[in-house]
């Protein structure tokens, strides 16, 4: 993802701030605000600064809720906060008891996986989402790190959850395992420089329940890391943000075939 303007950021942290302030109630654990107290924000902000000029309010929003922008220090000392969708135009400060970035831990291992993909797709692919997206169709790593069988079907997924508003999932997987039992697998990859946080995950298990209901929902996060290592995170489904847990992450790197150990424990951090 291209890095963001350093005064458009700045401008839009300041106009965040402003909505914040705007509704914000001590002891209230969710704020509600929609699009016009954004347009509010965006005309103070551009009142005392008129170099500013915001090309796109529905991004300044987005901005924060997807991650790519960190939360101004002055909002965060009173929470940590969250932005969640509540509808068409509608959204919420919602508080949390623990940061909204997803912890990647720093000591795990790194299990070395012989890279199969095409030369071609490599070449082509790039350095954003969509090229970790491939790499992990063609390496099958969500089979390896899920134990299932797992079939792509569609990625970019945008739709509409009543209640919660437009969501837009990275990509989406149906599973099965040894018994049949069949499962629903929508994926949030992040590159290096961006971050996973909660505020996607949540969409990605809003998303699940409503349009899959009768499916085992099992959410997963990649994060690429700086060495081009992929961080798997299985998240649980919860109703709060807070109730949602990380569940078993494993680090993969891919590499050529003749760096993979043959020594099988060398390569198995678990020790299975």
């Keep these: ?156 997924w945008k739709t509409f959850v009543k209640g919660k508003g437009q969501h837009e999932i990275d990509d989406l997987y149906v599973g099965l395992n040894t018994t049949g039992k069949q499962y629903i697998i929508p994926v949030e990859a992040k590159c290096c420089g961006d971050h996973l946080n909660k505020t996607q995950v949540v969409q990605m298990i809003d998303f699940a329940q409503t349009k899959y209901p009768k499916l085992i929902i099992r959410p997963v996060g990649v994060q690429e890391m700086p060495d081009g290592s992929l961080v798997f995170v299985e998240f649980t489904p919860g109703k709060h943000p807070d109730e949602i847990k990380i569940k078993e992450p494993r680090r993969y790197k891919l590499v050529p075939m003749r760096e993979v150990p043959m020594d099988v424990q060398q390569n198995d951090p678990v020790g299975k």
Aim: charged share 20%; aromatic share 8%; glycine share 6%.
């Design 1 to 156: 993802m291209p890095k963001q303007n350093p005064e458009l950021e700045r401008n839009r942290a300041l106009v965040i701030e402003h909505v914040f302030k705007a509704v914000y109630q001590p002891g209230v654990a969710e704020l509600p605000f929609t699009l016009k107290e954004i347009e509010k924000g965006i005309a103070a902000i551009t009142a005392v600064n008129p170099d500013y000029v915001e090309g796109n309010k529905y991004d300044v929003r987005y901005a924060f809720a997807s991650g790519r922008q960190e939360m101004p220090a002055s909002i965060d000392r009173l929470g940590p906060w969250m932005i969640g969708s509540r509808g068409k135009g509608k959204y919420a400060f919602v508080k949390l008891a623990t940061p909204v970035r997803v912890q990647i831990p720093a000591d795990l291992a790194t299990i070395l996986l012989p890279d199969a993909t095409p030369q071609i797709v490599l070449e082509y692919a790039g350095s954003d989402e969509q090229g970790t997206l491939a790499k992990l169709r063609y390496n099958r790593l969500l089979d390896i790190y899920l134990q299932l069988a797992c079939y792509h079907l569609q990625n970019h």
